[in-house]
């Protein structure tokens, strides 16, 4: 069971503009997911990724 009254210095901080609040679900390919999980910051790469095709199908 979570702590409910979390100290501040343990709390998630993030330096975004935005809070990332929402959660997608995706199912790949045992093969995508191996090669998507030698990326450094694989979490960070594929909300980049996801920006990018938004942003070119928005243009």
């Given amino acids: 069971m979570p702590n409910p ?4 210095e343990t709390r998630f901080r993030s330096d975004r503009s935005e809070p990332l609040t929402s959660k997608v679900t995706v199912r790949l390919t045992d093969t995508m997911f191996q090669e998507l999980q030698t990326q450094e ?3 960070e790469f594929i909300r980049q990724a996801i920006a990018e095709k938004l942003q070119s199908k928005s243009a």
Avoid: V
């Avoid at 009254?5 to 501040?8: E, G, I, K, L, V």
């Fill in 5 to 8: 009254n979390p100290s501040p």
């Fill in 41 to 43: 910051n694989y979490r």
